[in-house]
């Protein structure tokens, strides 16, 4: 069952900021919040990971606040190449302490000339 | 440095069928975990290998099984094939299995189509 939710579909044009939220109400204290980017019949490719506040890196930022209940993945004048599925989710640490991604639905972010 | 690679790209078989697909991890990668992702649904976890051994499974009936070898390569077996099987299987490295903040590396995949 996943841990996340987040919007089915986002629509976005060239150049714009574009930011995707996703709810993670049930987060355990020792996950952290990952972002990975999917293209039609790819892997999934690691944008970002963070625990709190903000993290920024050379393609993303991600911003979560302080109850760490939702996060926002934001990406900075998207392109053409960013039409993808980006998928927001939370660890899950088993009793070994060994760890395992659950994966949501996703979010189909199109972007438009 | 290659990164996670899988084989073989494309595979057809017909139901009742067993299917072995193969992943080798990053360099300097020790976990393997296996996931599949039916169409137009997000990847669902299927089980983590680190040190030959299974650490996690998911909601798998038994007919997915696996195996870890020294090299840290992995094969992913599944018997009894049924069309539902039909999916892209994706193997994920990391690193370590004992660190919560490990990042998974995804390979291309591999297309299984069962008629």
């Known amino acids: 069952l996943a841990k996340t939710t987040q919007p089915i579909s986002m629509d976005s044009y060239e150049g714009q900021e574009v930011n995707i939220t996703c709810s993670h109400n049930n987060i355990a204290t020792n996950d952290y919040i990952t972002w990975y980017q999917q293209f039609p019949s790819q892997g999934p490719r690691f944008i970002i990971q963070g625990y709190k506040t903000k993290v920024t890196n050379e393609v993303a930022s991600l911003f979560i606040p302080a109850d760490r209940k939702s996060s926002t993945l934001s990406l900075p004048r998207v392109s053409l190449s960013d039409t993808a599925v980006y998928y927001c989710l939370v660890g899950d640490t088993g009793v070994d302490s060994s760890y395992k991604l659950i994966f949501g639905s996703g979010t189909r972010l199109l972007v438009r000339p | 440095d290659a990164g996670v690679t899988q084989s073989p790209t494309h595979l057809i078989k017909t139901r009742g069928q067993q299917v072995t697909l193969r992943c080798s991890p990053k360099s300097g990668h020790d976990t393997v975990s296996w996931y599949q992702q039916a169409l137009g649904q997000g990847p669902q976890f299927i089980f983590q290998?680190?040190?030959?051994?299974?650490?996690q499974r998911g909601n798998f009936p038994d007919r997915f099984s696996g195996h870890q070898f020294p090299n840290y390569s992995s094969e992913l077996n599944v018997n009894a094939l049924l069309l539902g099987d039909s999916a892209l299987y994706l193997c994920?490295?990391?690193?370590?299995?004992?660190?919560?903040?490990?990042?998974?590396?995804f390979g291309p995949g591999t297309r299984l189509t069962v008629l």
């Open positions: 994920a490295s990391s690193p370590t299995g004992l660190e919560s903040t490990d990042t998974q590396y």
């Open positions: 290998y680190y040190e030959e051994e299974e650490r």
